[in-house]
């Protein structure tokens, strides 16, 4: 009866050792995947912050493009005076031929 006993006890001294091994690589592996989360999490913090750099530097691309739609849309409208004046001109001028060659005749 003592060696089954013992046989028993040495199962069970076996079985707790297996289980805690088993514990440890759980736990191990565990670390592991926080480690590999944790750094994921930092590169994602650095992409975000590069994200919101360059989208800073969008902005003001985006500020200069609309200073400039702006600033063609002024010289639209000042090159419509010119050509209105310029039409008006050319008219003239075709009124003034016409009085010239009548002061000919």
């Known amino acids: 009866m003592a060696s089954a006993s013992s046989t028993s006890a040495k ?3 076996v079985d707790s050792k297996t289980r805690l091994a ?3 690589q ?15 999490g930092s590169q994602s913090c650095d992409m975000l912050t590069h994200s919101a750099r360059n989208m800073a530097l969008q902005e003001h691309a985006i500020q200069n493009s609309e200073d400039n739609f702006r600033k063609l849309n002024a010289l639209i409208t000042h090159l419509g005076y010119q050509q209105e004046s310029i039409q008006r001109s050319a008219h003239a001028l075709e009124n003034v031929k016409e009085q010239v060659r009548d002061m000919q005749r």
């Open 11 to 13: 199962n069970l001294f």
């Open 22 to 24: 088993e514990r440890v």
């Open 26 to 40: 759980m736990n191990v592996n565990n670390m592991g995947s926080i480690c590999r989360q944790i750094n994921r």
